[in-house]
């Protein structure tokens, strides 16, 4: 099946502590997203990356790092600079390198902090 | 600054019946206007993808239509269901930025 992937479902952290989320993609799609979800609230950009290797901060890049050393992977590292982590974390992939075109999502990584 | 605005944010009604829901979008240059269904918990799912040339379109019991002129999107919802109960995010692509503009959603209950 053709999709991507995002792991774990659900996530606890301890304050102080980093958390990398996963996302996997088979689409064979060139851009990667993250985006952030609070209740009540549109989706935030976290990061982007159009190639491998090749990463842009988003709206709200403070606390939180990526890697795109594959095409099919773009990991998020939440880290303890990170003053608000407790969210819903959506990963997103697009043909090309607009997100102008067709975006497919992944069903999210519900981080908790504890 | 490019902004999507949706209305109402919140919305019920009973199964069978029909609504429709409002976004309201200045994105400049204006390249295409989507509407994706996120269910609780889950990842949101596309429904229709528009451009400017594009008036209508429809995916099922799901219809958008787009006003270029008025700068006005819609989607209709016909013979609602129970599985219909979930957030409807219209989003704007921009031509002159590589990331598109996500409204905050309208949150539809559909009670039986």
């Known amino acids: 099946d053709g999709g991507i992937t995002q792991s774990p479902k659900y996530l606890f952290r301890k304050e102080g502590q980093n958390v990398t989320l996963s996302c996997e993609q088979n689409?064979?799609?060139?851009?990667m997203y993250w985006y952030r979800q609070d209740p009540g609230q549109g989706l935030r950009l976290i990061y982007y990356?159009?190639?491998?290797?090749?990463?842009q901060k988003g709206d709200i890049a403070e606390g939180y790092s990526v890697s795109r050393e594959k095409k099919e992977s773009f990991p998020l590292t939440v880290t303890s600079a990170q003053k608000n982590p407790t969210a819903f974390y959506l990963c997103?992939?697009?043909?090309?390198?607009?997100?102008?075109?067709?975006?497919?999502f992944g069903q999210g990584t519900r981080l908790t902090v504890v | 600054k490019n902004q999507v605005e949706q209305s109402p944010q919140s919305l019920i009604i009973l199964e069978g019946k029909n609504c429709t829901l409002q976004?309201?979008?200045?994105?400049?240059?204006?390249?295409?206007l989507r509407w994706y269904k996120q269910d609780t918990g889950r990842g949101p799912v596309s429904l229709t993808i528009?451009?400017?040339?594009?008036n209508t379109k429809s995916n099922g019991r799901y219809t958008a239509t787009l006003d270029a002129d008025t700068k006005q999107s819609s989607l209709h919802i016909t013979a609602s269901q129970l599985s219909d109960s979930a957030s409807y995010i219209c989003?704007?692509?921009?031509?002159?930025?590589?990331?598109?503009?996500f409204g905050r959603g309208t949150s539809l209950i559909v009670h039986p």
């Open positions: 997103a992939s697009s043909i090309g390198g607009a997100m102008n075109t067709e975006a497919f």
């Open positions: 528009m451009t400017f040339s594009e």
């Open positions: 989003v704007g692509g921009s031509g002159g930025s590589y990331i598109p503009t």
């Open positions: 689409l064979n799609h060139d851009a």
């Open positions: 976004c309201n979008y200045t994105v400049s240059p204006f390249s295409n």
């Open positions: 990356s159009q190639i491998v290797n090749d990463f």
